[in-house]
Protein backbone atom coordinates (compact mmCIF):
# COMPACT_ATOMS: atom_id res chain seq x y z
CA UNK A 1 0.00 0.00 0.00
CA UNK A 2 1.41 3.18 -0.92
CA UNK A 3 1.41 6.33 1.08
CA UNK A 4 -1.59 8.12 -0.43
CA UNK A 5 -3.44 4.91 -0.01
CA UNK A 6 -2.35 4.81 3.64
CA UNK A 7 -4.03 8.42 4.14
CA UNK A 8 -7.08 7.14 2.31
CA UNK A 9 -7.71 4.43 4.76
CA UNK A 10 -7.04 6.06 7.46
CA UNK A 11 -3.85 3.45 9.35
CA UNK A 12 -1.20 5.63 10.61
CA UNK A 13 2.25 5.25 10.63
CA UNK A 14 3.98 5.11 13.99
CA UNK A 15 6.74 7.87 14.58
CA UNK A 16 9.50 6.56 16.32
CA UNK A 17 9.84 9.35 19.72
CA UNK A 18 12.94 10.37 21.61
CA UNK A 19 15.23 10.65 19.08
CA UNK A 20 17.35 13.23 20.13
CA UNK A 21 17.59 16.33 18.25
CA UNK A 22 20.52 18.31 16.85
CA UNK A 23 22.12 14.95 16.21
CA UNK A 24 23.85 16.56 13.12
CA UNK A 25 24.76 20.15 12.30
CA UNK A 26 25.51 21.78 8.30
CA UNK A 27 29.32 22.78 8.20
CA UNK A 28 29.11 26.60 7.00
CA UNK A 29 32.59 26.05 4.95
CA UNK A 30 31.54 22.78 2.82
CA UNK A 31 27.66 22.87 3.75
CA UNK A 32 28.19 18.69 4.30
CA UNK A 33 26.15 17.80 7.56
CA UNK A 34 28.14 16.59 10.09
CA UNK A 35 27.91 14.33 13.27
CA UNK A 36 27.65 16.34 15.92
CA UNK A 37 29.14 14.09 18.50
CA UNK A 38 31.96 13.04 16.01
CA UNK A 39 32.49 16.95 15.15
CA UNK A 40 33.22 16.98 19.51
CA UNK A 41 35.30 14.46 19.47
CA UNK A 42 37.64 16.33 16.65
CA UNK A 43 37.87 19.43 18.63
CA UNK A 44 35.31 21.58 16.53
CA UNK A 45 37.10 20.81 13.40
CA UNK A 46 35.10 19.66 10.15
CA UNK A 47 35.96 15.64 9.24
CA UNK A 48 35.31 17.02 5.68
CA UNK A 49 37.17 20.26 5.17
CA UNK A 50 39.06 21.02 8.28
CA UNK A 51 36.75 23.55 9.05
CA UNK A 52 37.12 25.11 12.84
CA UNK A 53 34.05 25.25 14.56
CA UNK A 54 33.76 27.72 17.26
CA UNK A 55 33.84 25.78 20.53
CA UNK A 56 33.54 26.99 24.32
CA UNK A 57 36.31 28.16 26.72
CA UNK A 58 35.67 24.72 28.67
CA UNK A 59 35.77 22.79 25.50
CA UNK A 60 39.19 24.67 24.70
CA UNK A 61 40.77 24.21 28.07
CA UNK A 62 40.26 20.34 27.58
CA UNK A 63 41.53 20.84 23.98
CA UNK A 64 45.56 21.66 24.84
CA UNK A 65 45.50 20.90 29.01
CA UNK A 66 46.34 17.65 30.15
CA UNK A 67 43.14 15.86 31.48
CA UNK A 68 41.95 16.92 35.57
CA UNK A 69 44.85 20.00 35.41
CA UNK A 70 43.23 23.12 35.07
CA UNK A 71 42.38 25.19 38.26
CA UNK A 72 40.16 27.73 37.83
CA UNK A 73 40.74 31.38 40.07
CA UNK A 74 39.26 34.67 39.54
CA UNK A 75 35.92 34.09 39.36
CA UNK A 76 35.04 36.41 41.96
CA UNK A 77 35.49 38.78 39.41
CA UNK A 78 32.44 39.58 37.99
CA UNK A 79 30.62 42.15 35.14
CA UNK A 80 28.69 44.06 36.47
CA UNK A 81 26.51 47.50 35.13
CA UNK A 82 28.22 50.40 36.14
CA UNK A 83 27.06 53.23 33.77
CA UNK A 84 23.36 51.93 33.95
CA UNK A 85 23.49 51.52 30.27
CA UNK A 86 20.44 50.77 28.62
CA UNK A 87 20.39 50.18 24.25
CA UNK A 88 17.20 47.47 23.19
CA UNK A 89 17.35 45.93 27.13
CA UNK A 90 19.50 47.14 30.02
CA UNK A 91 23.10 46.26 30.29
CA UNK A 92 21.86 44.25 33.45
CA UNK A 93 19.18 42.26 31.81
CA UNK A 94 21.85 41.24 29.45
CA UNK A 95 24.31 40.18 31.74
CA UNK A 96 21.72 38.04 33.39
CA UNK A 97 20.76 36.37 30.17
CA UNK A 98 24.30 35.64 29.25
CA UNK A 99 25.07 34.26 32.75
CA UNK A 100 21.77 32.13 32.38
CA UNK A 101 22.99 30.71 28.81
CA UNK A 102 27.02 30.14 29.31
CA UNK A 103 26.96 29.71 33.16
CA UNK A 104 29.60 32.39 33.34
CA UNK A 105 29.86 35.73 35.15
CA UNK A 106 32.71 36.96 32.63
CA UNK A 107 33.39 36.33 29.17
CA UNK A 108 37.06 34.93 30.28
CA UNK A 109 38.34 32.04 31.51
CA UNK A 110 41.67 32.20 33.96
CA UNK A 111 43.32 29.37 36.00
CA UNK A 112 46.44 26.97 36.01
CA UNK A 113 47.03 24.47 34.22
CA UNK A 114 49.45 21.76 32.71
CA UNK A 115 50.96 20.84 29.43
CA UNK A 116 52.06 17.62 29.02
CA UNK A 117 53.23 18.10 32.95
CA UNK A 118 54.59 21.72 32.28
CA UNK A 119 52.28 24.59 34.48
CA UNK A 120 51.20 27.42 32.81
CA UNK A 121 49.07 30.38 33.48
CA UNK A 122 46.05 30.29 30.85
CA UNK A 123 42.94 32.60 29.79
CA UNK A 124 40.08 31.91 27.36
CA UNK A 125 37.85 34.34 25.84
CA UNK A 126 34.35 33.01 26.48
CA UNK A 127 32.88 34.01 22.70
CA UNK A 128 29.50 32.72 23.98
CA UNK A 129 29.90 35.38 26.45
CA UNK A 130 28.87 38.88 24.67
CA UNK A 131 31.14 38.08 21.97
CA UNK A 132 33.41 36.82 24.19
CA UNK A 133 33.92 40.75 24.28
CA UNK A 134 36.74 42.95 26.55
CA UNK A 135 35.20 44.17 30.02
CA UNK A 136 36.19 45.64 33.53
CA UNK A 137 36.00 41.94 34.44
CA UNK A 138 37.49 40.27 32.02
CA UNK A 139 40.28 42.96 31.94
CA UNK A 140 41.10 42.39 35.81
CA UNK A 141 40.74 38.34 35.20
CA UNK A 142 43.43 38.69 32.85
CA UNK A 143 45.41 41.11 35.04
CA UNK A 144 45.39 38.33 37.78
CA UNK A 145 46.22 35.77 35.84
CA UNK A 146 49.71 37.87 34.73
CA UNK A 147 50.08 38.54 38.85
CA UNK A 148 49.50 34.91 39.10
CA UNK A 149 52.50 33.66 36.41
CA UNK A 150 54.63 36.24 37.93
CA UNK A 151 54.57 35.14 41.35
CA UNK A 152 55.26 31.78 40.19
CA UNK A 153 57.36 31.81 37.53
CA UNK A 154 54.75 30.71 34.71
CA UNK A 155 54.48 31.47 31.29
CA UNK A 156 51.14 33.06 29.95
CA UNK A 157 49.02 31.88 27.32
CA UNK A 158 45.83 33.95 25.88
CA UNK A 159 43.33 31.91 23.92
CA UNK A 160 41.37 35.23 21.97
CA UNK A 161 38.15 35.28 20.26
CA UNK A 162 36.32 38.48 20.86
CA UNK A 163 34.40 41.04 19.13
CA UNK A 164 36.20 44.13 21.16
CA UNK A 165 35.73 46.27 23.67
CA UNK A 166 32.18 45.82 25.64
CA UNK A 167 30.38 49.17 24.21
CA UNK A 168 27.98 49.19 27.33
CA UNK A 169 31.30 50.03 29.24
CA UNK A 170 32.44 52.83 27.50
CA UNK A 171 36.29 53.92 28.71
CA UNK A 172 36.06 51.27 31.66
CA UNK A 173 36.29 48.80 29.03
CA UNK A 174 38.51 50.87 26.94
CA UNK A 175 41.10 51.26 29.35
CA UNK A 176 41.23 47.06 29.98
CA UNK A 177 43.76 47.62 26.61
CA UNK A 178 46.10 49.23 28.32
CA UNK A 179 46.07 47.48 31.59
CA UNK A 180 46.71 44.04 29.84
CA UNK A 181 49.13 45.18 27.81
CA UNK A 182 51.15 47.27 30.33
CA UNK A 183 50.85 44.19 32.84
CA UNK A 184 52.43 41.93 29.56
CA UNK A 185 55.12 44.27 29.87
CA UNK A 186 56.19 43.39 33.63
CA UNK A 187 56.02 39.47 32.25
CA UNK A 188 58.57 40.31 29.81
CA UNK A 189 61.04 42.23 31.64
CA UNK A 190 60.72 39.04 34.07
CA UNK A 191 61.56 37.18 30.89
CA UNK A 192 58.18 34.77 31.33
CA UNK A 193 57.08 33.96 27.44
CA UNK A 194 53.55 35.12 26.21
CA UNK A 195 51.90 32.95 23.71
CA UNK A 196 48.72 33.98 22.12
CA UNK A 197 46.55 32.16 20.36
CA UNK A 198 43.88 34.19 17.88
CA UNK A 199 40.77 32.00 17.11
CA UNK A 200 37.79 32.99 15.25
CA UNK A 201 37.33 36.16 15.95
CA UNK A 202 39.49 37.88 16.88
CA UNK A 203 38.69 41.81 15.99
CA UNK A 204 38.73 45.36 17.21
CA UNK A 205 40.28 46.10 20.60
CA UNK A 206 41.77 42.61 21.37
CA UNK A 207 43.23 42.21 17.92
CA UNK A 208 45.15 45.71 18.48
CA UNK A 209 46.14 45.09 22.00
CA UNK A 210 47.46 42.02 23.51
CA UNK A 211 46.09 39.68 21.09
CA UNK A 212 48.86 40.76 18.76
CA UNK A 213 51.66 40.96 20.79
CA UNK A 214 52.63 37.67 22.28
CA UNK A 215 56.74 36.46 22.28
CA UNK A 216 54.85 33.99 19.64
CA UNK A 217 51.60 34.52 17.57
CA UNK A 218 49.89 31.45 16.82
CA UNK A 219 46.37 31.61 14.65
CA UNK A 220 44.02 28.97 13.79
CA UNK A 221 43.22 27.88 10.16
CA UNK A 222 40.84 30.43 8.32
CA UNK A 223 40.81 32.36 11.49
CA UNK A 224 39.07 35.89 11.07
CA UNK A 225 41.71 38.52 12.10
CA UNK A 226 40.69 42.12 12.15
CA UNK A 227 40.04 45.47 13.22
CA UNK A 228 36.99 46.64 11.96
CA UNK A 229 34.02 43.36 10.30
CA UNK A 230 31.40 43.68 7.47
CA UNK A 231 28.78 44.81 9.72
CA UNK A 232 31.38 48.00 10.02
CA UNK A 233 32.83 48.49 6.49
CA UNK A 234 30.44 46.46 4.76
CA UNK A 235 27.98 49.75 4.09
CA UNK A 236 31.05 51.71 2.68
CA UNK A 237 32.59 49.42 0.60
CA UNK A 238 31.70 47.64 -3.09
CA UNK A 239 31.37 44.29 -3.59
CA UNK A 240 35.08 44.12 -5.04
CA UNK A 241 36.58 45.71 -2.29
CA UNK A 242 34.33 43.75 0.24
CA UNK A 243 35.55 41.15 -1.14
CA UNK A 244 39.22 41.97 -0.82
CA UNK A 245 38.80 43.12 3.27
CA UNK A 246 37.10 39.54 3.83
CA UNK A 247 40.06 37.78 2.33
CA UNK A 248 42.94 39.90 3.69
CA UNK A 249 41.24 39.07 7.45
CA UNK A 250 41.24 35.42 6.97
CA UNK A 251 44.99 34.20 9.10
CA UNK A 252 46.39 32.87 6.26
CA UNK A 253 46.48 36.06 4.37
CA UNK A 254 47.83 37.58 7.86
CA UNK A 255 50.73 35.51 8.08
CA UNK A 256 52.01 36.12 4.86
CA UNK A 257 52.22 39.79 6.44
CA UNK A 258 54.28 38.79 9.26
CA UNK A 259 51.44 39.73 12.08
CA UNK A 260 50.65 36.16 13.22
CA UNK A 261 54.00 33.27 13.23
CA UNK A 262 52.18 30.38 12.26
CA UNK A 263 48.99 28.79 11.86
CA UNK A 264 48.15 25.55 13.36
CA UNK A 265 45.35 23.54 13.70
CA UNK A 266 43.54 22.37 16.92
CA UNK A 267 44.32 18.68 16.34
CA UNK A 268 48.08 19.62 16.57
CA UNK A 269 47.79 22.69 19.24
CA UNK A 270 48.52 21.11 22.32
CA UNK A 271 51.82 20.12 21.37
CA UNK A 272 52.99 22.60 19.49
CA UNK A 273 52.21 24.32 22.44
CA UNK A 274 54.41 22.23 24.33
CA UNK A 275 57.22 22.39 22.20
CA UNK A 276 57.27 26.29 21.67
CA UNK A 277 56.92 27.12 25.63
CA UNK A 278 59.94 23.96 25.96
CA UNK A 279 62.29 26.32 23.44
CA UNK A 280 60.85 29.83 25.15
CA UNK A 281 61.99 29.04 28.52
CA UNK A 282 65.04 26.94 27.83
CA UNK A 283 64.07 24.10 29.76
CA UNK A 284 63.43 26.46 33.09
CA UNK A 285 59.26 25.46 33.03
CA UNK A 286 58.15 24.07 36.39
CA UNK A 287 57.30 20.01 35.56
CA UNK A 288 55.39 18.12 37.64
CA UNK A 289 55.30 14.47 37.04
CA UNK A 290 51.50 13.35 35.66
Not at 22 to 31: A, G, S, T
Not at 105 to 122: P, S
Not at 145 to 161: A, F, K, M, T
Not at 225 to 236: L, P, Q
Request: charged share 25%; aromatic share 6%; net charge negative.
Amino acid sequence: MNWFDKLKSGIQTLVRRGMPENLWIQCERCHQMVYRKQLEQEGGVCANCGHHFRISSREYLDLVLDAGSFEEFGQEVKSTDALQFTDRISYADRLKDYRRRTGQDAAVVTGIGKINGLEVGIGVHEFGFIGGSLGSAEGERIRRLIDRCLERGLPLILVCRSGGARMQESVLSLMQMAKVNAKLAVLGEASLPYISILSDPTTAGVAASYASVGDINIAEPNALIGFTGERITGSSLGAEEMEALRQAQRAEKVLEHGFVDMIVPRSEMKETLARVLGLLMGGALTRVDA
